[in-house]
């Protein structure tokens, strides 16, 4: 078990697209202790998901989890899920706006559209395939998580920078300001 180092905004490997991971490949020590370390690296920092690219791994695997997240006191929890080769198709147009962060993106939130609900299709830490529904919170870090596996980050979905904010300003002036639906 390893903490691993965190790519930030500006390292190209946040840019590039991740490979789908062979299912044999899936269950190699390497690939599992690869797994390990990123939820290790995500508990040690707080995040609620983090994905490859973002541990200069350029495989499509992400990991997600909220259990009482200081960084997210009002997200409802997320049982430890770990996420391979997604596939997310949202299930309605309907979007909302909400405060995302990022582990690569240090100190800023922004505010972000995304869909309210997704179907997810995947493999997890077996090989196994998964199919599921995520909703609200949930389906907005399969989103986030899955676009940092296509090269994109939050910002980049931001429909209006304006909302952006170093932490301690959004401690100040935003917290509890919920945003609504356009
Ligand atoms: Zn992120």
Same mark, same amino acid.
């Given at each position: 078990?390893?903490?691993?180092?965190?790519?930030?905004?500006?390292?190209?490997?946040?840019?590039?697209?991740?490979?789908?991971?062979?299912?044999?490949?899936?269950?190699?020590?390497?690939?599992?202790?690869? #797994?390990?370390?990123?939820?290790?690296?995500?508990?040690?920092?707080?995040?609620?998901?983090?994905?490859?690219?973002?541990?200069?791994?350029?495989?499509?695997?992400?990991?997600?989890?909220?259990?009482?997240?200081?960084?997210?006191?009002?997200?409802?929890?997320?049982?430890?899920?770990?996420?391979?080769?997604?596939?997310?198709?949202? /299930?309605?147009?309907?979007?909302?706006?909400?405060?995302?962060?990022?582990?690569?993106?240090?100190?800023?939130?922004?505010?972000?559209?995304?869909?309210?609900?997704?179907?997810?299709?995947?493999?997890?830490?077996?090989?196994?395939?998964?199919?599921?529904?995520?909703?609200?919170?949930?389906?907005?870090?399969?989103?986030?998580?899955?676009?940092?596996?296509?090269? /994109?980050?939050?910002?980049?979905?931001?429909?209006?920078?304006?909302?952006?904010?170093?932490?301690?300003?959004?401690?100040?002036?935003?917290?509890? #300001?919920?945003?609504?639906?356009?």
């Amino acid at each position: 078990m390893a903490i691993l180092k965190v790519a930030r905004l500006g390292h190209p490997v946040l840019r590039q697209p991740a490979r789908p991971v062979p299912v044999d490949e899936i269950r190699s020590a390497e690939t599992q202790r690869l #797994i390990d370390d990123m939820i290790d690296t995500m508990r040690e920092y707080d995040g609620a998901g983090l994905a490859g690219n973002q541990v200069h791994a350029l495989k499509q695997i992400a990991v997600i989890e909220v259990a009482a997240n200081p960084r997210y006191p009002d997200a409802p929890a997320i049982p430890l899920t770990v996420v391979i080769n997604p596939v997310v198709t949202p /299930i309605s147009e309907e979007t909302e706006d909400g405060w995302e962060g990022c582990l690569s993106v240090p100190d800023m939130r922004g505010v972000v559209a995304r869909y309210t609900a997704v179907r997810l299709e995947c493999h997890d830490r077996e090989g196994r395939r998964v199919e599921l529904v995520a909703k609200d919170f949930f389906a907005r870090v399969i989103q986030h998580e899955t676009d940092h596996l296509h090269g /994109i980050v939050y910002l980049d979905r931001m429909r209006d920078l304006r909302t952006l904010s170093h932490l301690v300003e959004w401690n100040k002036h935003w917290l509890g #300001i919920r945003q609504q639906d356009d």
